[in-house]
C-alpha cells in the first residue's frame, strides 16, 4: 500500500528499496514478526555497518547501509499491510535514525583526519536535509490523502496512542523525537513556514527533494566508503546542504 494515491506518486530518489521491502513485507505479513521487530532489525544492521568502518572493510560497511535503508522501508509496510499503525515504531524508526546519522559520522571521523567540529557540522546538515525533505513529503502525504496516519506536518503534542499502544510509552518517545528534531524541523518550517498551505507539489519538485532522503544520503555514504573516497564524506555532506536555499526559493517563489 503506497503512502501516495497514484496521481500524486513521484520518483523518489531515496526509497530505491521500496520494491524489496514490500516483497519482504508481504512475506513476514504471514509470520508474528511485528514492524517494531522489523525496526530493531534496521538498527542492527546501521551497528554491523559502524563495525565495518572502524574495522576498515568499507565495501562490507556500505552494503550494511544499504541494507539497513532497505529495512528502513520494511516495517512502515508491514504496519501497512497488517493495519497495525502505530506512534510507537513511527517515533522509534526515527530516533535510530538520528541516533545512526551520529554513530556512521562518528566511526567515520575516528578513522580519518577529519575534525570532530566537521564532524558535528555534518551531522546537523544530513539532519536539516532530511527535515527538509520530510517536510515536504508529508505535507504531499496530508494534502492528498496518502495512506500514511501517523506522519504529521507539525508535532506539537504527544498524539492519541493507537489501539494496542502504551500510552505513556508514545509520550516518552514523543518528547525523545522532539529533542533529536525539533531543532531542524522549526529551522525548516521557518524557512518555508507557508508550505503547509500548498495543495499538491509537482513531481519534478519532490523527485529533486528525494535527493536529500535518508535513503539517497546512506547510498551516496555507502558509494563513497566503497570507492575510498571515506575522507571526502564528512565534507561532502556539509557542502550537500548549500542545494536547501535553492529548493526552499523554487518552493516559495516559483510554486
Known amino acids: 500500500m503506497s503512502k501516495l494515491a497514484a496521481e500524486y506518486k513521484f520518483i523518489d530518489l531515496s526509497d530505491y528499496g521500496r520494491p524489496i521491502a514490500r516483497s519482504w513485507a508481504?512475506?513476514?505479513?504471514?509470520?508474528?514478526?511485528?514492524?517494531?521487530?522489523?525496526?530493531?532489525?534496521?538498527?542492527l544492521c546501521g551497528i554491523v555497518a559502524i563495525f565495518f568502518i572502524l574495522s576498515g572493510q568499507f565495501w562490507f560497511?556500505?552494503?550494511?547501509?544499504?541494507?539497513?535503508?532497505?529495512?528502513d522501508a520494511v516495517d512502515g509496510e508491514l504496519a501497512r499491510i497488517k493495519k497495525t499503525p502505530s506512534f510507537t515504531g513511527r517515533?522509534?524508526?526515527?530516533?535510530?535514525?538520528?541516533?545512526?546519522?551520529f554513530l556512521f559520522l562518528l566511526a567515520i571521523w575516528f578513522v580519518t583526519d577529519v575534525t570532530f567540529v566537521l564532524m558535528i557540522c555534518a551531522y546537523l546538515a544530513m539532519q536539516l536535509q532530511c527535515?527538509?525533505?520530510?517536510?515536504?513529503y508529508v505535507i504531499l502525504r496530508n494534502a492528498t490523502s496518502g495512506s500514511d496516519m501517523t506522519s504529521k506536518i507539525f508535532e506539537l503534542k504527544p498524539p492519541k496512542a493507537f489501539p494496542g499502544e502504551n500510552q505513556?510509552?508514545?509520550?516518552?518517545?514523543y518528547y525523545i523525537f522532539n529533542i533529536l528534531y525539533i531543532l531542524f524541523d522549526k529551522t525548516v518550517q521557518f524557512l518555508d513556514p507557508k508550505a503547509y498551505k500548498s495543495k499538491s507539489f509537482p513531481s519534478w519538485f519532490?523527485?529533486?527533494?528525494?535527493?536529500?532522503?535518508?535513503?539517497?544520503?546512506?547510498?551516496?555514504?555507502?558509494?563513497?566508503?566503497?570507492?575510498?573516497?571515506?575522507?571526502?564524506?564528512?565534507?561532502?555532506?556539509?557542502?550537500?546542504?548549500g542545494f536547501i536555499i535553492l529548493f526552499v526559493l523554487l518552493r516559495r517563489i516559483i510554486l
Open 131 to 136: 527535515s527538509l525533505y520530510n517536510y515536504y
Open 91 to 101: 517515533y522509534l524508526d526515527s530516533i535510530f535514525d538520528s541516533i545512526l546519522n
Open 26 to 43: 508481504h512475506y513476514l505479513s504471514l509470520t508474528n514478526v511485528t514492524p517494531i521487530h522489523v525496526t530493531l532489525i534496521f538498527g
Open 61 to 71: 560497511a556500505g552494503f550494511f547501509l544499504i541494507l539497513k535503508s532497505i529495512i
Open 206 to 241: 519532490m523527485t529533486c527533494i528525494s535527493f536529500y532522503g535518508l535513503g539517497f544520503q546512506l547510498l551516496l555514504m555507502a558509494g563513497m566508503l566503497c570507492i575510498g573516497w571515506i575522507t571526502y564524506i564528512i565534507p561532502f555532506f556539509i557542502g550537500y546542504s
Open 168 to 173: 505513556q510509552k508514545v509520550n516518552i518517545l
